[in-house]
């Protein structure tokens, strides 16, 4: 019996011990993940913050989330027949679809928050950083402080007074606020001046922010905010001082080997070597489905269903998603005869890549096979060597509206040559967030709204005489008496076609209603003046528990 | 060695060619069409059959002419075998040679000539079916010491009679004497008669139901026979947790399924195998995939975001992999369902557990058994896209709602491609999908050995199973191999191993081929005019899927291998008490190596192929201790079992990628010549569980059983402080039966009230949910490549803890009419609170969910477990088992006590329910006043306007349409036997669940893309199924398109009908074989419900459809 007990005893012990020992094994091993805490409070763990809070600019710039969202529901566009969302575009309905990438007010919504709660954590914890000069605190914080400004931007001018935090998310938060617009400009303004205070004024990383920069950006704010005085010397200080200049030719901007020019204020740099870029993969799931500059595919007519046998797809010409193309009205609004940014940003004349015949005429490699003028051709004068897409034959006379969305003169400044295969979605071009043009264009209104026409010629005159075709500068140049705020948004419609800032001019500008009934038959019937904001995302909605307090935007329930 | 090699080669003799099976399998086809009409007219009539015997044919009733002169008796009774199907049999010293007959011509009965042949020599006859025995009259009757010399040749008749264990006659009860097959069956009084060739011939007594019993006759020429019933049952040994209890004195609910049950149907694994025959768990298959699994639930699902699958334990060891296991190796699979079943298994108990025992070797003669099958598997319907007309139609319409088509004058405007319009004119249409879709196959071939000697034993087995998918290409080898060993080191010690190694080869086909052919355009040609494939046919947009066809240019090959060891050492210190230390080892090794072709599906888009290969080990050791006792002292009985147990895992991964090498023949092992994309990760994770475990049994005059359990888990996975938890729960049960008033009835055979109570854990979640990580986000500063770590969008949660469930469970077990009639009835409701849930933060957060301890579940539900004897004759016998369950499953708390739209998660309602605009029809002409109130037109989507506020908004007006879950699901399986036959028909049934048809969904109202064949709107066809085509919307913009995809999916299949023969003994002795079984076998045979073409189970997917299998098979043994 003895012997028994002490075998129990033994065996008592025995599982205690081996207990125990498991008991220490609780602890988690995790090599494979880095955490907050270990990796930002050191200072090249800082980096990696900031680098980061550049990155969700992605999701906006050359992406087509943001072209639907900047460009269209405007004045210069409508759908093409390959548009995913034409009822976004008309203002049908702007909630409850979905884009590749996702339905594209959910898509920015949650990333730029993303981006505000990134800014805001590295802002809030930047003083945690040990070995940091003071310098360099203040360079990051400033960066930081810009990158807040420039998302809270698309978000209060998208949304309007939507959710404002500068707080870091910790734990599971299911509140949000409404903030009024005021406020989040009164952050916008406080960390541009914290950036331009404190940023360098030149950078050895493009894309970096740098003062030029921020007083760029600043110089929108003003002049969206109907801060006129402050808008023309931020605008007037950026053209003077900071070494920018205007490319000789509009068509040079667009050259897949001179985009980092001189005239480039801030972009998006969008990485040659793609898996830099931010398309979604295994080991980054929360990427874009199509990752980097998507520009060149949303613009383009279908050439390569005019007549399969002579054109195909090519590099050259594109993949075209056949998206979007423009408005009557905004062809209208150039001056071909004069102006060369309307064949430095349209495409009207395809050439044939494959040899054959054509309405029993030989057709080679490189000769015509398409045409899309602005214009309409009397039946008698059409070529019979190539297919002719005139006005006549894209839209209504009467109407405006167009009659076929598949062939159309195509907006063509973002195809990219250089991509490796005639399928490949993703572009390396940068994308120009703000470049020396729009400072022109900043100068000018500002000194309109100031009561200050003459100026206003001054600055736009220096925009249309770069514009000037080859010996018609003078055909170009304008007088004091034309300026007006149309002529100036016609103006950034020739200047800036495309490049997502057309929704946010219109807006600001109060004209988003009027140009739409007048230039867009499409969306007309369906514009109402609560679409000045967009709807918030159902999933925000359905996700807060403050109900009450954080509904939709008026109009859209 | 020797058996492994002869098993390999008869593996390589025995394959047919694929056309021979498939005609072979045509006719068995035809066969089972036969059998499955024969079991309806059996059903039809309803009729319990109940005979009783089964004797050869009267002998006063068989008339025949013989005409002999001075024949020997032998000719003569050769005579009468040859007129009649009668045999004679009898020693060669009762017919005496010189013994002469005569007959004349006139016709007689049998008895009339055997009675004048025998009577007058001292012959007596004994019938046995149509076996007459012939004996020696004289000698028999005769008693004494006189014939002590000759008993050996003795033939003697034995009256006897059967009963009970109450001492009530036992009618159909097969007798026969022992290494024969001729024997009697008692007769409706219990009583039989039995001519035996000596006094102490052995004879088996045996009855479905009842013991069988071997007896020798001893010389007595009446014996009386008591036969124990239904001890099988009740008797059975019942694997529980951690042990092994009698199912008599079973408290908690526990199924028990055999091996043979397993093996019964075809299937890819052992789980499948199941389907409908255990009450209270749902397992379904809703891929036709090659390899494809099924998805087990037991009780319902009960959490939202962690695992709601059952634990599994092979052999002691926790084994997820399932899938592996041979089905001809399984002994048992126990299902644990109530929470004190699974309440030993703390932490990972709470969604059941199934237990599954292998075989093993035992003692004496060795035992081979060896079986194969082929069979080929077909489409179980499959819904076609439209065809080149009908898509053209639909066009047609689009146009012609703005106005732009008015004839087929106005076809150029609407097929402005000459080509296309040429291929609508010429109404040229190509099936797509059935250019990818063939016939596949699936064969098994099993071995297995088992025996030993008094100290070690062993069983090994091997097995190969393939399955051919629906696609070229699309396959699934299994290698399996077992040895379980038992060894008797002292008199009280004993070790053992089982092992167990799977190995899998796949090419498993992805690509998306089904979606792709299911929207191209059907008058597109795959082909080029020099008959090459077209990149993009017709020119458009979507990438030629018959290029995936290619084996050189889609590769996506797996090769896994499974390995699991597990050796115990158990030591017997004292009588009754067990020491038995386990320990398992699993490895899993998979490599999974893939090319797509620059023209494959996934990348005719992008730039060039893509190779990419990924590797991931999988450990874990599981290291536990068990301790026995067991002590009975006069009524009490006590038992007492300790556990300490630990478990660690560790799993790692690698891959690596890149695209646009310049030869496809480099596959994927040349990842270095790939110029562009190089992509490489890696990857650990890993976790640790403690723990420790009490069980208590107590039993009061085997009566009153009582058990206690209480188990703590420690887990690395939650947060410090919630890191430990206990589960405790309690079982009562009351044998009823056993009480003294219960002797006197008869209608009950047994009963017994069981009840428990008991919380068991989930421990599905994923390492590291507890800590916020960062994200390594691609970038760079002037295209060098620059680290950005953002935060991860899923934050951790610092207080993370068990989710828990309560389970009350009350079940009767009952056997009526002499257990003719066995079964149990269980009621329970299971409470599920701290619901582990990826709960949606608002995106305003920045972040997007975290893991969070919030929400409550319930399940309720009854199962209904019913096996009836409904025919047992001697011959022929009819059993069936029919399971019933009803599971009514809830969410019954959510944070804040709202309703989470964004997961689609609701108070009251499954976890996985439909919720959107309800579609009451389409606006028609007639209402388009109404319709334009409402924003809408004729021809337009028409949902209810459930609010009533005159608009439809997605706050007021969507609904909770259906859930994905079965109102109740039922099996009913029958098992039949005449003689050889067998036969075995099941059906299945699971009603009430929607599912999303995403054929249904299929409708582009632009025809931009092909479709399903739909009944749309037209000002012509005032339809309500479909809106109206318009080539200026797309599916995406079209209002309430996602209505147009719900459906019934209730369905009921008849699951299997195999018919089977086995070879009777007399066929085999010659070939050495004790057992000699063919079958033909029809999986999802039929399958009723409301969805035309397609097979419901599959959830509405048409990438993956579900399969029939028409297969023939032997088994055979020695």
């Given at each position: 019996m003895k012997k028994l007990i002490k075998r129990w005893a033994l065996l008592l012990i025995a599982m205690a011990i081996a207990f125990s020992a498991c008991n220490k094994k609780l602890d988690e091993y995790n090599p494979s993940n880095l955490t907050a805490s270990t990796v930002y409070t050191k200072a090249v763990g800082f980096e990696t913050l900031v680098n980061a809070a550049y990155t969700y600019t992605r999701f906006w710039y050359g992406k087509e989330e943001g072209y639907q969202i900047?460009?269209?529901?405007?004045?210069?566009w409508t759908s093409g027949?390959?548009?995913?969302y034409p009822s976004f575009t008309q203002y049908n309905?702007?909630?409850?679809s979905s884009l590749p990438g996702g339905d594209p007010l959910s898509l920015e919504w949650n990333n730029f928050y993303a981006a505000i709660n990134l800014c805001n954590t590295g802002i809030a914890t930047i003083?945690?950083?040990?070995?940091?000069t003071a310098a360099q605190k203040t360079t990051r914080e400033a960066e930081l402080r810009y990158l807040r400004a420039f998302y809270y931007w698309h978000i209060v001018e998208t949304w309007g007074d939507v959710h404002f935090t500068t707080t870091p998310t910790a734990g599971a938060i299911t509140e949000a606020n409404r903030t009024p617009v005021s406020a989040f400009y009164d952050q916008i303004f406080t960390d541009l001046k914290f950036a331009v205070a404190n940023l360098?004024?030149?950078?050895?990383?493009?894309g970096r922010a740098t003062i030029p920069v921020a007083k760029a950006f600043l110089a929108r704010m003003y002049l969206t905010r109907g801060m006129n005085a402050e808008a023309f010397a931020m605008a007037d200080d950026v053209i003077k001082n900071y070494g920018y200049v205007l490319q000789p030719?509009?068509?040079?901007?667009?050259?897949m080997g001179n985009l980092?020019?001189?005239?480039?204020?801030?972009?998006?740099?969008?990485?040659?070597?793609?898996?830099?870029?931010d398309l979604t993969t295994t080991?980054?799931?929360?990427?874009?489905?199509?990752?980097?500059?998507?520009?060149?595919?949303?613009?383009?007519?279908?050439?390569?269903?005019?007549n399969t046998s002579l054109l195909i797809r090519d590099i050259n010409n594109g993949r075209p998603f056949n998206r979007y193309m423009p408005t009557l009205a905004y062809l209208n609004m150039f001056d071909q005869a004069n102006d060369s940014r309307f064949n430095g940003s349209f495409q009207s004349v395809w050439t044939a890549n494959k040899a054959g015949t054509f309405n029993s005429n030989t057709i080679k490699v490189?000769?015509?096979?398409c045409y899309t003028p602005v214009a309409t051709i009397p039946v008698a004068s059409q070529s019979k060597k190539y297919v002719t897409y005139d006005l006549a034959k894209v839209y209504d006379?009467?109407?405006?509206?167009?009659?076929?969305?598949?062939?159309y003169i195509s907006?063509?400044?973002?195809?990219?040559?250089?991509?490796?295969?005639?399928?490949?979605?993703?572009?390396a071009r940068d994308v120009f967030?703000?470049?020396?043009a729009e400072m022109y264009l900043i100068a000018a209104e500002a000194k309109l709204n100031l009561g200050d026409p003459t100026t206003a010629a001054t600055y736009i005159n220096v925009i249309r005489t770069r514009a000037a075709k080859p010996g018609r500068t003078a055909q170009m140049q304008i007088t004091p008496?034309?300026?007006t705020l149309d002529f100036i948004l016609d103006e950034r419609a020739r200047?800036?076609?495309?490049?997502?800032?057309r929704w946010f001019d219109l807006k600001r500008t109060g004209k988003l209603g009027s140009r739409i009934q007048a230039l867009n038959p499409d969306a007309a019937p369906y514009?109402?003046?609560?679409?000045?904001v967009r709807p918030i995302p159902q999933s925000q909605i359905d996700a807060v528990t403050n109900k009450d307090v954080f509904k939709q935007n008026p109009g859209y329930n | 060695m020797q058996v492994m090699k002869k098993t390999l080669a008869f593996k390589h003799s025995c394959r047919l060619s694929d056309a021979d099976a498939r005609q072979l399998l045509n006719t068995f086809r035809k066969i089972m069409k036969l059998s499955f009409i024969i079991l309806l007219v059996l059903l039809v009539s309803g009729?319990?059959?109940?005979?009783y015997s089964s004797k050869g044919?009267?002998?006063?009733?068989i008339n025949i002419k013989i005409e002999l002169r001075n024949a020997t008796l032998k000719s003569a009774l050769k005579q009468i075998e040859k007129q009649t199907n009668l045999r004679f049999a009898y020693r060669?010293?009762?017919?005496?040679?010189?013994t002469k007959v005569s007959f004349s011509t006139e016709s007689r009965s049998v008895k009339q000539i055997l009675d004048e042949i025998f009577a007058s020599r001292g012959i007596g006859y004994n019938q046995i079916d149509n076996n007459i025995i012939l004996y020696n009259n004289i000698v028999a009757s005769t008693s004494g010491l006189a014939t002590i010399t000759s008993e050996k040749s003795l033939i003697m008749t034995v009256n006897g009679k059967v009963v009970d264990e109450k001492g009530e006659s036992l009618p159909g009860v097969s007798v026969k004497i022992k290494g024969t097959n001729s024997g009697v069956a008692t007769n409706a009084s219990g009583d039989f008669t039995i001519t035996v060739p000596s006094s102490n011939t052995v004879l088996v007594y045996s009855f479905l139901g009842y013991k069988t019993l071997e007896q020798s006759v001893?010389?007595?020429?009446s014996i009386r026979i008591v036969m124990e019933p239904t001890s099988q049952l009740l008797e059975q040994v019942v694997v529980v947790g951690y042990g092994t209890v009698k199912k008599r004195d079973l408290t908690g609910s526990v199924v028990s399924v055999k091996g043979d049950e397993i093996t019964k149907v075809a299937a890819s694994n052992p789980m499948e195998a199941l389907q409908g025959k255990v009450a209270g768990v749902d397992i379904v298959r809703t891929s036709g995939a090659a390899g494809a699994n099924v998805s087990v639930t037991v009780r319902g699902n009960r959490s939202l975001t962690a695992n709601n699958g059952p634990l599994y334990i092979v052999d002691g060891i926790q084994y997820?992999?399932?899938?592996?296991?041979?089905?001809?190796?399984?002994a048992s699979m126990e299902f644990l369902k109530d929470a004190s079943s699974t309440?030993?298994?703390?932490?990972?108990?709470a969604n059941g557990v199934i237990i599954i025992t292998t075989k093993r070797g035992a003692e004496g003669q060795v035992k081979v058994n060896a079986g194969t099958y082929y069979g080929v598997t077909e489409l179980n319907g499959y819904p076609k896209p439209m065809t080149g007309p009908q898509f053209a139609n639909l066009k047609r319409e689009g146009y012609r709602t703005i106005g732009?088509?008015?004839?087929?004058?106005d076809d150029p405007k609407v097929f402005t491609n000459a080509a296309d319009l040429a291929a609508v004119q010429n109404g040229t249409s190509y099936y797509w999908p059935g250019m990818s879709l063939k016939n596949g196959a699936q064969q098994d071939y099993n071995a297995s050995v088992s025996g030993g000697s008094e100290k070690t034993k062993a069983y090994f087995s091997m097995d190969y199973f393939k399955e051919n998918g629906?696609?070229?290409?699309d396959f699934s080898n299994r290698y399996t191999l077992r040895l379980n060993i038992d060894h008797q080191v002292a008199k009280a010690f004993k070790i053992g191993l089982q092992s167990q190694l799977a190995y899998y080869d796949q090419n498993l086909r992805t690509d998306g081929i089904l979606t792709v052919e299911n929207k191209?355009?059907?008058?597109?040609?795959?082909?080029?005019?020099?008959g090459s494939l077209a990149k993009f046919p017709g020119n458009g947009n979507q990438a030629n899927p018959?290029?995936?066809?290619?084996p050189s240019q889609y590769i996506n090959k797996y090769n896994i291998t499974h390995l699991l060891s597990t050796a115990y050492a158990e030591w017997?210190?004292?009588?009754d008490l067990t020491i038995r230390s386990n320990l398992g080892i699993t490895l899993s090794s998979s490599r999974n190596g893939s090319f797509q072709g620059e023209n494959t599906i996934s990348r005719a888009l992008s730039s060039g192929s893509l190779s990419s290969e990924a590797n991931s080990t999988d450990n874990s050791l599981i290291w536990e201790n068990i301790v026995t006792y067991q002590k009975k002292l006069g009524s009490h009985s006590i038992g007492v079992t300790a556990i300490t147990s630990y478990q660690s895992s560790t799993s790692d991964q690698s891959s690596a990628q890149g695209t646009g090498?310049?030869?496809?023949?480099q596959s994927f092992y040349?990842?270095?010549?790939?110029?562009?994309n190089l992509k490489i990760s890696s990857n650990y994770v890993g976790q640790n569980l403690t723990s420790g475990a009490l069980r208590l049994n107590y039993a009061f005059k085997d009566k009153y059983l009582l058990t206690l359990t209480g188990r703590a888990d420690g887990s690395s996975v939650l947060a410090a402080g919630n890191k430990w938890a206990f589960f405790p729960s309690a079982a009562a049960a009351w044998r009823?039966?056993?009480?003294?008033?219960?002797?006197?009835?008869?209608?009950?055979?047994e009963l017994k009230l069981r009840g428990s109570y008991g919380i068991a854990g989930n421990a599905g979640v994923k390492p590291y949910q507890t800590q916020s990580n960062v994200i390594l986000i691609p970038f760079s500063w002037n295209d060098v490549t620059a680290l950005a770590y953002g935060l991860d969008p899923n934050i951790g949660n610092p207080n993370l803890k068990w989710e828990l469930t309560g389970t009350v469970d009350i079940g009767l077990d009952y056997g009526l009419l002499k257990d003719r009639i066995t079964g149990s009835i269980d009621f329970y409701d299971s409470h599920t609170k701290d619901l582990l849930l990826l709960q949606q933060l608002p995106a305003t957060t920045g972040a997007k969910t975290t893991l969070a301890n919030v929400g409550k579940s319930r399940n309720t539900g009854v199962e209904i477990a019913l096996n009836t004897v409904n025919v047992r004759t001697g011959d022929f016998s009819w059993s069936s088992t029919f399971t019933y369950t009803r599971n009514n499953e809830r969410i019954t708390y959510l944070p804040n006590g709202v309703n989470d739209l964004g997961n689609g998660w609701f108070i009251g309602?499954?976890?996985?329910s439909f919720y959107d605009y309800q579609k009451i029809g389409i606006w028609q002409t007639s209402e388009a006043t109404q319709a334009a109130a409402y924003g809408y037109k004729p021809g337009d989507i028409k949902v209810a306007?459930?609010?009533?506020?005159?608009k439809i908004t997605a706050a007021g007006d969507?609904?909770?349409?259906?859930?994905?879950?079965?109102?109740y699901s039922f099996g009913f399986s029958n098992d039949l036997k005449f003689k050889g036959f067998d036969l075995n028909i099941q059906i299945f049934g699971r009603i009430g669940q929607m599912f999303v048809s995403q054929y249904a969904l299929k409708y582009e109202p632009n025809a931009i893309e092909n479709g399903a064949v739909v009944d749309y709107w037209t000002p012509e066809n005032p339809t309500n199924a479909y809106p109206r085509p318009n080539a200026n919307i797309s599916k995406a913009s079209e209002?309430?398109?996602?209505?147009?995809?719900?459906?019934?999916?209730s369905f009921v299949k008849i699951r299997n009908a195999t018919l089977g023969y086995n070879l009777p003994a007399s066929a085999l002795r010659s070939i050495h074989l004790s057992n000699l079984r063919i079958y033909v076998s029809a999986k999802n045979f039929a399958t009723f419900s409301?969805?035309?073409?397609?097979?419901p189970e599959g959830a509405g997917s048409f990438e993956r459809p579900l399969t029939k299998l028409f297969l023939a098979g032997l088994n055979l043994s020695f």
């Amino acid at each position: 019996m003895k012997k028994l007990i002490k075998r129990w005893a033994l065996l008592l012990i025995a599982m205690a011990i081996a207990f125990s020992a498991c008991n220490k094994k609780l602890d988690e091993y995790n090599p494979s993940n880095l955490t907050a805490s270990t990796v930002y409070t050191k200072a090249v763990g800082f980096e990696t913050l900031v680098n980061a809070a550049y990155t969700y600019t992605r999701f906006w710039y050359g992406k087509e989330e943001g072209y639907q969202i900047s460009e269209m529901g405007t004045d210069i566009w409508t759908s093409g027949t390959g548009d995913v969302y034409p009822s976004f575009t008309q203002y049908n309905n702007l909630q409850g679809s979905s884009l590749p990438g996702g339905d594209p007010l959910s898509l920015e919504w949650n990333n730029f928050y993303a981006a505000i709660n990134l800014c805001n954590t590295g802002i809030a914890t930047i003083g945690d950083v040990t070995d940091y000069t003071a310098a360099q605190k203040t360079t990051r914080e400033a960066e930081l402080r810009y990158l807040r400004a420039f998302y809270y931007w698309h978000i209060v001018e998208t949304w309007g007074d939507v959710h404002f935090t500068t707080t870091p998310t910790a734990g599971a938060i299911t509140e949000a606020n409404r903030t009024p617009v005021s406020a989040f400009y009164d952050q916008i303004f406080t960390d541009l001046k914290f950036a331009v205070a404190n940023l360098p004024a030149t950078t050895s990383d493009y894309g970096r922010a740098t003062i030029p920069v921020a007083k760029a950006f600043l110089a929108r704010m003003y002049l969206t905010r109907g801060m006129n005085a402050e808008a023309f010397a931020m605008a007037d200080d950026v053209i003077k001082n900071y070494g920018y200049v205007l490319q000789p030719k509009y068509v040079d901007l667009w050259n897949m080997g001179n985009l980092k020019n001189k005239e480039v204020i801030w972009a998006v740099d969008y990485s040659t070597n793609l898996t830099n870029n931010d398309l979604t993969t295994t080991t980054y799931p929360y990427g874009h489905s199509r990752g980097s500059n998507n520009g060149h595919l949303m613009y383009l007519m279908v050439y390569d269903q005019v007549n399969t046998s002579l054109l195909i797809r090519d590099i050259n010409n594109g993949r075209p998603f056949n998206r979007y193309m423009p408005t009557l009205a905004y062809l209208n609004m150039f001056d071909q005869a004069n102006d060369s940014r309307f064949n430095g940003s349209f495409q009207s004349v395809w050439t044939a890549n494959k040899a054959g015949t054509f309405n029993s005429n030989t057709i080679k490699v490189g000769d015509t096979i398409c045409y899309t003028p602005v214009a309409t051709i009397p039946v008698a004068s059409q070529s019979k060597k190539y297919v002719t897409y005139d006005l006549a034959k894209v839209y209504d006379p009467v109407t405006a509206i167009p009659i076929q969305r598949k062939f159309y003169i195509s907006l063509s400044k973002f195809k990219d040559s250089t991509r490796a295969s005639v399928a490949e979605a993703q572009s390396a071009r940068d994308v120009f967030v703000i470049r020396l043009a729009e400072m022109y264009l900043i100068a000018a209104e500002a000194k309109l709204n100031l009561g200050d026409p003459t100026t206003a010629a001054t600055y736009i005159n220096v925009i249309r005489t770069r514009a000037a075709k080859p010996g018609r500068t003078a055909q170009m140049q304008i007088t004091p008496a034309q300026v007006t705020l149309d002529f100036i948004l016609d103006e950034r419609a020739r200047e800036l076609g495309g490049e997502q800032l057309r929704w946010f001019d219109l807006k600001r500008t109060g004209k988003l209603g009027s140009r739409i009934q007048a230039l867009n038959p499409d969306a007309a019937p369906y514009f109402k003046p609560y679409h000045l904001v967009r709807p918030i995302p159902q999933s925000q909605i359905d996700a807060v528990t403050n109900k009450d307090v954080f509904k939709q935007n008026p109009g859209y329930n | 060695m020797q058996v492994m090699k002869k098993t390999l080669a008869f593996k390589h003799s025995c394959r047919l060619s694929d056309a021979d099976a498939r005609q072979l399998l045509n006719t068995f086809r035809k066969i089972m069409k036969l059998s499955f009409i024969i079991l309806l007219v059996l059903l039809v009539s309803g009729q319990l059959l109940l005979a009783y015997s089964s004797k050869g044919q009267a002998l006063e009733k068989i008339n025949i002419k013989i005409e002999l002169r001075n024949a020997t008796l032998k000719s003569a009774l050769k005579q009468i075998e040859k007129q009649t199907n009668l045999r004679f049999a009898y020693r060669d010293n009762v017919l005496s040679p010189n013994t002469k007959v005569s007959f004349s011509t006139e016709s007689r009965s049998v008895k009339q000539i055997l009675d004048e042949i025998f009577a007058s020599r001292g012959i007596g006859y004994n019938q046995i079916d149509n076996n007459i025995i012939l004996y020696n009259n004289i000698v028999a009757s005769t008693s004494g010491l006189a014939t002590i010399t000759s008993e050996k040749s003795l033939i003697m008749t034995v009256n006897g009679k059967v009963v009970d264990e109450k001492g009530e006659s036992l009618p159909g009860v097969s007798v026969k004497i022992k290494g024969t097959n001729s024997g009697v069956a008692t007769n409706a009084s219990g009583d039989f008669t039995i001519t035996v060739p000596s006094s102490n011939t052995v004879l088996v007594y045996s009855f479905l139901g009842y013991k069988t019993l071997e007896q020798s006759v001893n010389g007595k020429t009446s014996i009386r026979i008591v036969m124990e019933p239904t001890s099988q049952l009740l008797e059975q040994v019942v694997v529980v947790g951690y042990g092994t209890v009698k199912k008599r004195d079973l408290t908690g609910s526990v199924v028990s399924v055999k091996g043979d049950e397993i093996t019964k149907v075809a299937a890819s694994n052992p789980m499948e195998a199941l389907q409908g025959k255990v009450a209270g768990v749902d397992i379904v298959r809703t891929s036709g995939a090659a390899g494809a699994n099924v998805s087990v639930t037991v009780r319902g699902n009960r959490s939202l975001t962690a695992n709601n699958g059952p634990l599994y334990i092979v052999d002691g060891i926790q084994y997820s992999n399932y899938e592996d296991i041979n089905q001809n190796d399984i002994a048992s699979m126990e299902f644990l369902k109530d929470a004190s079943s699974t309440a030993i298994y703390g932490s990972r108990g709470a969604n059941g557990v199934i237990i599954i025992t292998t075989k093993r070797g035992a003692e004496g003669q060795v035992k081979v058994n060896a079986g194969t099958y082929y069979g080929v598997t077909e489409l179980n319907g499959y819904p076609k896209p439209m065809t080149g007309p009908q898509f053209a139609n639909l066009k047609r319409e689009g146009y012609r709602t703005i106005g732009t088509w008015n004839s087929t004058a106005d076809d150029p405007k609407v097929f402005t491609n000459a080509a296309d319009l040429a291929a609508v004119q010429n109404g040229t249409s190509y099936y797509w999908p059935g250019m990818s879709l063939k016939n596949g196959a699936q064969q098994d071939y099993n071995a297995s050995v088992s025996g030993g000697s008094e100290k070690t034993k062993a069983y090994f087995s091997m097995d190969y199973f393939k399955e051919n998918g629906l696609y070229a290409n699309d396959f699934s080898n299994r290698y399996t191999l077992r040895l379980n060993i038992d060894h008797q080191v002292a008199k009280a010690f004993k070790i053992g191993l089982q092992s167990q190694l799977a190995y899998y080869d796949q090419n498993l086909r992805t690509d998306g081929i089904l979606t792709v052919e299911n929207k191209v355009i059907p008058y597109f040609n795959p082909y080029n005019v020099d008959g090459s494939l077209a990149k993009f046919p017709g020119n458009g947009n979507q990438a030629n899927p018959l290029f995936d066809d290619d084996p050189s240019q889609y590769i996506n090959k797996y090769n896994i291998t499974h390995l699991l060891s597990t050796a115990y050492a158990e030591w017997k210190p004292i009588a009754d008490l067990t020491i038995r230390s386990n320990l398992g080892i699993t490895l899993s090794s998979s490599r999974n190596g893939s090319f797509q072709g620059e023209n494959t599906i996934s990348r005719a888009l992008s730039s060039g192929s893509l190779s990419s290969e990924a590797n991931s080990t999988d450990n874990s050791l599981i290291w536990e201790n068990i301790v026995t006792y067991q002590k009975k002292l006069g009524s009490h009985s006590i038992g007492v079992t300790a556990i300490t147990s630990y478990q660690s895992s560790t799993s790692d991964q690698s891959s690596a990628q890149g695209t646009g090498q310049l030869l496809s023949t480099q596959s994927f092992y040349a990842l270095q010549s790939n110029p562009a994309n190089l992509k490489i990760s890696s990857n650990y994770v890993g976790q640790n569980l403690t723990s420790g475990a009490l069980r208590l049994n107590y039993a009061f005059k085997d009566k009153y059983l009582l058990t206690l359990t209480g188990r703590a888990d420690g887990s690395s996975v939650l947060a410090a402080g919630n890191k430990w938890a206990f589960f405790p729960s309690a079982a009562a049960a009351w044998r009823i039966i056993d009480e003294p008033f219960m002797k006197t009835q008869n209608t009950f055979s047994e009963l017994k009230l069981r009840g428990s109570y008991g919380i068991a854990g989930n421990a599905g979640v994923k390492p590291y949910q507890t800590q916020s990580n960062v994200i390594l986000i691609p970038f760079s500063w002037n295209d060098v490549t620059a680290l950005a770590y953002g935060l991860d969008p899923n934050i951790g949660n610092p207080n993370l803890k068990w989710e828990l469930t309560g389970t009350v469970d009350i079940g009767l077990d009952y056997g009526l009419l002499k257990d003719r009639i066995t079964g149990s009835i269980d009621f329970y409701d299971s409470h599920t609170k701290d619901l582990l849930l990826l709960q949606q933060l608002p995106a305003t957060t920045g972040a997007k969910t975290t893991l969070a301890n919030v929400g409550k579940s319930r399940n309720t539900g009854v199962e209904i477990a019913l096996n009836t004897v409904n025919v047992r004759t001697g011959d022929f016998s009819w059993s069936s088992t029919f399971t019933y369950t009803r599971n009514n499953e809830r969410i019954t708390y959510l944070p804040n006590g709202v309703n989470d739209l964004g997961n689609g998660w609701f108070i009251g309602h499954p976890v996985s329910s439909f919720y959107d605009y309800q579609k009451i029809g389409i606006w028609q002409t007639s209402e388009a006043t109404q319709a334009a109130a409402y924003g809408y037109k004729p021809g337009d989507i028409k949902v209810a306007d459930i609010d009533g506020d005159g608009k439809i908004t997605a706050a007021g007006d969507r609904v909770i349409l259906g859930a994905a879950v079965p109102k109740y699901s039922f099996g009913f399986s029958n098992d039949l036997k005449f003689k050889g036959f067998d036969l075995n028909i099941q059906i299945f049934g699971r009603i009430g669940q929607m599912f999303v048809s995403q054929y249904a969904l299929k409708y582009e109202p632009n025809a931009i893309e092909n479709g399903a064949v739909v009944d749309y709107w037209t000002p012509e066809n005032p339809t309500n199924a479909y809106p109206r085509p318009n080539a200026n919307i797309s599916k995406a913009s079209e209002a309430f398109a996602s209505t147009l995809g719900y459906a019934d999916g209730s369905f009921v299949k008849i699951r299997n009908a195999t018919l089977g023969y086995n070879l009777p003994a007399s066929a085999l002795r010659s070939i050495h074989l004790s057992n000699l079984r063919i079958y033909v076998s029809a999986k999802n045979f039929a399958t009723f419900s409301k969805v035309k073409d397609y097979d419901p189970e599959g959830a509405g997917s048409f990438e993956r459809p579900l399969t029939k299998l028409f297969l023939a098979g032997l088994n055979l043994s020695f």
